[in-house]
C-alpha cells in the first residue's frame, strides 16, 4: 500500500476541520485515530460489521472481475465521515490482491500531478482518492480519459506549438470516496460502474463493532458498557472506537480497568458526552435556541454570537447532527426547535398562546411537521400539529 501526499484545505475549511477534530464526537479522524485504526480495521468483506447490502454488491462485483481475469468497474463510495469508505478500499484492494496507492482530491492540483500517478501504475493496481470532489478541474478532465480508455494525453509545450501525446497506462481500478457527492460532475459521476451509499450504523452494529475492538485492544469490556458506548456514538464507527479510548482510559486510571455501563457512564458524562450523543456545542446550540429564542425561528449568524462561535462551526459542526437527530428543523424563516429539543432540554413545550407570544407561532407547524418526520409518526392536519403545544 502506497500513501501519497494529501494536500492541504483551506483556510476557512481547515479551521473548521480542526475545530471539528477537538470533539470527542467527531467523525473527522485525526492523528490518533489514523493510528489506531490501522489496526482496528477489518480486512476482508466477511469481516466488515454492517452495511449488508454494500457488502452483499461488492461481492458480487469483485467477484465476478475475478473470475473474468479483469480489474472490477470503477467504484464511488459516497457516505458521511467516519462510516468506513477508507476501509472499503483497502478491502477491495485485498480482495483483489492488488497494490494499493492512496491520495487525495486536494493533493491533486494539476493535470501533471494525477499523469505522474497513473502512468507509473502496473495492471490490475487499485487507486483510492479520498474527497474526489476536491480534485481541480484540469486534473479532474484527464481523470475522464484514464478511467475510460486507460490512456492520458501529457501535453508537451505551451502555445500554439503544444504537443499532446497520448499515454497507454495499464488497467486499473479506481475507487473514489466523497461526503458530497452532490459536487461530483455528472461527467465524473457517470464513470463509476457501482456506486454505494454508505449509512448510518444502528446500535446493535455499533455494540458488535465496540466489541472486536475492545478485545483487539485487550479492554476488559462487558456487555452493557459496550451498549452504553454504541449508544452514544452518532452511528458513526470511527466515534464510537474514539469512545471507546476515552472510556478504556476513565476505567484504568479511576475504577479497577472493566468497563461497565456505570463506567462508561461516568466518563462520558466527564467528556459532556449525553445518552444521545450530544455535546457541549450541540446542547449550547440547543439550549440556545430553545431557551434564549423561544423555540425560534432565529438567524444562524444571531445563534453563533449567542453561543460565541463562529457561523460556519455552527452551521458545518454542530447543526448536521441536530437536524439528523430530528432535534431542530431548517426553515426559511431561521432554524427552529422541534418538540423533540424541548423534551431533550427536559423542558415543558410552550402552549400555543405563550408559542405566539414567544414569535414562533408561525412555525408551529413547520416543528411540529418535523418531530413527527423524525419519528415516523403521521399528523393528520394543521390542527393537529398545533395540539401538540396544547
Not at 490518533?32 to 447490502?53: N, Y
Not at 467477484?63 to 470503477?74: N, W
Not at 462508561?264 to 455535546?279: H, T
Request: charged share 25%; glycine share 10%; with cysteine.
Amino acid at each position: 500500500m502506497t500513501r501519497l501526499p494529501t494536500g492541504s484545505a483551506g483556510a476557512s475549511g481547515s479551521a473548521n476541520r480542526d475545530e471539528d477534530q477537538d470533539r470527542v464526537v467527531s467523525a473527522v479522524a485525526d492523528a490518533d485515530d489514523r493510528v489506531v485504526e490501522g489496526a482496528l480495521r477489518p480486512k476482508r468483506l466477511s469481516e466488515l460489521i454492517g452495511q449488508t447490502r454494500v457488502r452483499e454488491q461488492l461481492s458480487l462485483v469483485l467477484e465476478g472481475a475475478t473470475r473474468r481475469g479483469r480489474p472490477p468497474d470503477h467504484v464511488l463510495l459516497s457516505g458521511p465521515p467516519g462510516l468506513g469508505k477508507t476501509t472499503l478500499a483497502m478491502i477491495i484492494a485485498a480482495e483483489l490482491a492488488a497494490p494499493l496507492r492512496i491520495t487525495s482530491g486536494p493533493a491533486i492540483e494539476r493535470a501533471g500531478d494525477l499523469a505522474a500517478i497513473l502512468s507509473t501504475l502496473t495492471e490490475g493496481e487499485v487507486v483510492f482518492i479520498d474527497e474526489i470532489h476536491r480534485v481541480a478541474r484540469p486534473a479532474e478532465e484527464l481523470l475522464y480519459l484514464a478511467m475510460e480508455d486507460f490512456r492520458v494525453d501529457v501535453v508537451i509545450g505551451k502555445g500554439p506549438g503544444a504537443t499532446a501525446i497520448p499515454l497507454v497506462i495499464a488497467p486499473f481500478t479506481l475507487v473514489g470516496a466523497t461526503t458530497r457527492a452532490g459536487l461530483l460532475p455528472a461527467a465524473l459521476r457517470d464513470r463509476f460502474g457501482f456506486t454505494a451509499h454508505l449509512d448510518f450504523y444502528e446500535p446493535a452494529e455499533l455494540g458488535v463493532i465496540v466489541r472486536r475492538s475492545a478485545g483487539l485492544l485487550s479492554v476488559a469490556l462487558r456487555d452493557d458498557g459496550a451498549d452504553e458506548i454504541a449508544s452514544r456514538s452518532r452511528g458513526t464507527p470511527r466515534i464510537a472506537n474514539r469512545l471507546l479510548r476515552r472510556v478504556r482510559d476513565f476505567a484504568e486510571v479511576r475504577g479497577d480497568g472493566v468497563v461497565t455501563r456505570e463506567c462508561a457512564r461516568a466518563a462520558l458524562e466527564l467528556y459532556e458526552v449525553d445518552e444521545s450523543g450530544l455535546d457541549r456545542l450541540d446542547r449550547a446550540v440547543l439550549g440556545a435556541l430553545v431557551r434564549r429564542f423561544g423555540g425560534g425561528p432565529v438567524g444562524l449568524a444571531t445563534l453563533a454570537v449567542a453561543v460565541g462561535e463562529e457561523a460556519e462551526t455552527v452551521e458545518v459542526v454542530a447543526e448536521p447532527f441536530l437536524v439528523r437527530a430530528g432535534l431542530i428543523a431548517r426553515t426559511p424563516r431561521g432554524r427552529v426547535a422541534t418538540p423533540a429539543a424541548w423534551q431533550h432540554l427536559g423542558l415543558p413545550l410552550p402552549r400555543q398562546a405563550e408559542w405566539a407570544r414567544l414569535g414562533g407561532y408561525g412555525s408551529v407547524g413547520a416543528v411540529a411537521g418535523s418531530a413527527a418526520s423524525a419519528s415516523d409518526a403521521t399528523l393528520r392536519n394543521v390542527d393537529e400539529e398545533v395540539t401538540l403545544f396544547d
